[in-house]
């Protein structure tokens, strides 16, 4: 088991509880990261779903929620053979934090039957970049779980050279050597810098809303990450990452709606 | 009062629960318009709600409902002074069929912060082309309440030529005047027939999960529906619909995940 295995385990009270602890290990600054939390909520929604793979999920992130003990509690919506339906909602002292609804069904490893033309691929990952280590007083905990190497004019940002369009784009690996599944593409589609960065925006990008689509089992390997954005405003931005697997192919797509941030 | 008005009308019986008339106008082929039901059910959300505006909706799709009476239950997660967060559940014979969670905030005439470079335009509308009047007994009176104007070569499946891709582009306007509005637009962004009719697939193409962003208050006049989609795989598909009002704003964002038809 490796350990965001178990940072992400969700044990079985009963058919509607899972008891799980929230680690401060994925912290962003303080809040933990989405992903990461989407990630703890699938564990106990696809051990009680009848299907192996959570094809789509939404969030609604209602509030921050602290690392330590939380609860996820189930709702069944609907069993059916070829889908499940499930409403997961993460709660932490008798408070819901994230309302979910995931959507369970088992994928194969057919051949599509269409598949667009991927985007430009990203530069060879050697011409990549890391971000520089954030200073401890941070806690900026959740970079040390991962291995994102940019595309470099998207973090031009960080040397006051920003693109000026929202958009992120990076190879991601988990620090610790683990094959990408369903729940590493959780975190994966929420692992990026917000993409209004690269517009020129700071400060935390608070998720609203977030729905992403399991398209396909990931093969081992790099992921590629590439976001973007079409529009900013009214203090609202919305952000879209498509992942690839290393043999190219589609396997998530994801869309959240955020807040731009005040810092 | 539009007949859409009339026809999307919730009445509140309290703080949680508005009865609502599903409409036997709105049928395609039998189901009931899934944007049509999303707009029911955004009438009693946003009623209930402090904020003026649905700027986020996630629906999953768990049964069809019938046309007649039906509920809408509410239940308040969250009411912030930016954004509240409700579960809506569209209810009939005490049956769940739709289920959703909101973002309601108020929206305002703000100029956009950045807007990313326009899809490439729909040729102009004498240029487009409308559907044949469906047969009566396919029971399809959704085509009556609206009037889709289609860039031609993405209805060229109907007449055994389709493009390859999954795409559907239009000229959207409700049959009766009537300018666009947050509900209109829950109508718009699923009033494509399915983008995969474009890549050879036939047959109805039940959406399993919705989620659309309002990202403006669209200005009167047609809007424009750009639709399409990025892998056909294992059953599954999406379909995104991206919509422009008469200046070219970018007014609403939506995604959904659908299976393929058996027809």
Chains 1, 2 share one sequence.
């Not at 079985?12 to 990630?39: F, H, K, M």
């Not at 051990?47 to 789509?56: I, N």
């Not at 810098?193 to 093969?219: D, H, I, N």
């Amino acid at each position: 088991m490796t350990k965001f295995d178990e940072a992400t385990r969700a044990i079985r009270v009963d058919e509607t509880t899972y008891d799980v602890c929230l680690d401060d290990g994925y912290s962003i600054g303080g809040p933990l990261n989405g992903g990461y939390l989407l990630a703890v909520i699938l564990r106990a929604a696809v051990d009680a779903s009848p299907h192996e793979h959570p094809v789509s999920t939404s969030a609604q992130f209602l509030r921050v929620p602290k690392p330590g003990p939380a609860r996820v509690h189930l709702e069944q919506l609907k069993a059916g053979r070829t889908a499940a339906m499930t409403r997961a909602t993460l709660v932490q002292d008798g408070t819901s934090y994230i309302d979910t609804l995931i959507t369970t069904a088992t994928l194969t490893a057919a051949e599509p039957d269409y598949t667009d033309a991927p985007p430009v691929p990203l530069p060879p990952e050697e011409e990549c970049l890391a971000l520089p280590a954030p200073k401890p007083e941070n806690n900026m905990t959740f970079n040390a779980q991962i291995d994102l190497r940019f595309d470099p004019p998207t973090i031009g940002w960080l040397t006051g050279e920003p693109t000026g369009r929202p958009e992120s784009r990076a190879y991601f690996r988990m620090a610790e050597p683990q094959d990408p599944d369903p729940y590493v593409l959780a975190l994966a589609v929420d692992a990026l810098p917000p993409v209004v960065f690269s517009a020129g925006a700071r400060g935390w990008a608070p998720t609203v809303e977030l729905t992403w689509y399991l398209r396909a089992l990931p093969a081992p390997g790099p992921l590629a990450l590439y976001g973007s954005g079409r529009l900013i405003s009214d203090g609202w931005f919305d952000e879209e990452v498509e992942v690839r697997d290393s043999t190219g192919r589609l396997v998530a797509q994801s869309r959240q709606l955020a807040r731009l941030g005040r810092g």
